[in-house]
Structure formats: structure tokens, C-alpha cells
């Protein structure tokens, strides 16, 4: 069993910057893919970005490329999101998850998800 637990969340101005935090207990998500995801209100939960278990290869919605940045600390077992740049549409839920099975960018067949950080973005 593997825990994560989301933090970092918070209301910030457009254009202002955050760093969201994946953590894990239980058993460590080292030999796993993280994903990051988010659900908007009245929205569809959906991908944003994700990283590879050793880091070697990210992925990124194209909402996000160029100011959002994955990265990953194995021996904290924690995933990291920095977030740029905000505009008033990356006001979300955001959510990470670990063991994918359906692939790394992909909504469905996730082995285990936080509960979440909440990101608003003030006008």
C-alpha cells in the first residue's frame, strides 16, 4: 500500500508561483511513474504532468509547458510540481498519483491517488 499526500495548494495572484508537493508513505513509489492531475470545478479531472520513475522522461499538457515543471527527490520519496506564471484557469484540485497502468499521461488505471491540494488563482 502507498500513501500520497498532497501539499503546497493555496490562493496566489495571476502570474504568481507555487511549489506542490507529493509525498509518500508506506511502501516508497521510487520504481513507479507520478503523475500530476487536476479537476476544476464542474470539469473533468484532467493530466498535467507526469514523470518517469527515474526521471528521465516528463511529460507535460500543453496548458502547462513552459511553466509547470515535475521533478523528483527518490530519497525523500516525494514528487515535486513547481507551477509559473498561474492564470485563473489552473484554479483547481490537484491531485498526484502513482502505478500507472495504462500509461503515464493517461486518466484511468492509476494504482493510487492524494487526496488533493487545492490551487486558486486570484485575478
Known amino acids: 500500500q502507498v500513501q500520497l499526500v498532497e501539499s503546497g495548494g493555496g490562493l496566489v495572484q495571476a502570474g504568481g508561483s507555487l511549489r506542490l508537493s507529493c509525498a509518500a508513505s508506506?511502501?516508497?513509489?521510487?520504481?513507479?511513474?507520478v503523475g500530476w492531475f487536476r479537476q476544476a470545478p464542474g470539469k473533468e479531472r484532467e493530466f498535467v504532468a507526469a514523470?518517469?520513475?527515474?526521471?528521465?522522461?516528463?511529460y507535460y499538457a500543453d496548458s502547462v509547458k513552459g511553466r509547470f515543471t515535475i521533478s523528483r527527490d527518490n530519497t525523500k520519496n516525494t514528487v515535486y510540481l513547481q507551477v509559473n506564471s498561474l492564470k485563473t484557469e489552473d484554479t483547481a484540485v490537484y491531485y498526484c498519483?502513482?502505478?500507472?497502468?495504462?500509461?503515464?499521461?493517461?486518466?484511468?488505471?492509476?494504482?493510487?491517488w492524494g487526496q488533493g491540494t487545492q490551487v486558486t488563482v486570484s485575478s
Open positions: 498519483a502513482t502505478e500507472p497502468r495504462n500509461g503515464p499521461t493517461v486518466l484511468t488505471g492509476w494504482g493510487y
Open positions: 508506506g511502501r516508497a513509489f521510487s520504481s513507479y511513474a
Open positions: 514523470i518517469t520513475w527515474r526521471g528521465g522522461t516528463i
